[in-house]
């Protein structure tokens, strides 16, 4: 089970990744769930990206709604 945080977290990187702090705590869980990916930095900078698997779960919530 996702925590407030951690929900919240996986929206932004959906709708906002070059928004992300990556020293963000809620990005290791999300990870761990393989919910997101971290692209290694072509830029300079990594960024978040949704899985498959997170943009299931962020279309399964939306439908709760």
């Given at each position: 089970m996702l925590s407030p945080h951690e929900l919240a977290t996986l929206?932004?990187?959906?709708?906002?990744?070059?928004?992300?702090?990556?020293?963000?705590?809620?990005?290791?869980?999300?990870?761990?769930?393989?919910?997101?990916?971290i692209e290694p930095p072509e830029s300079g900078v990594a960024l978040a990206r949704v899985t498959p698997r997170g943009d299931a779960l962020l279309r399964a919530v939306s439908r709760v709604r």
């Open positions: 929206m932004l990187v959906k709708n906002a990744p070059d928004w992300i702090e990556p020293d963000r705590i809620e990005l290791g869980a999300l990870r761990e769930l393989q919910l997101i990916d």
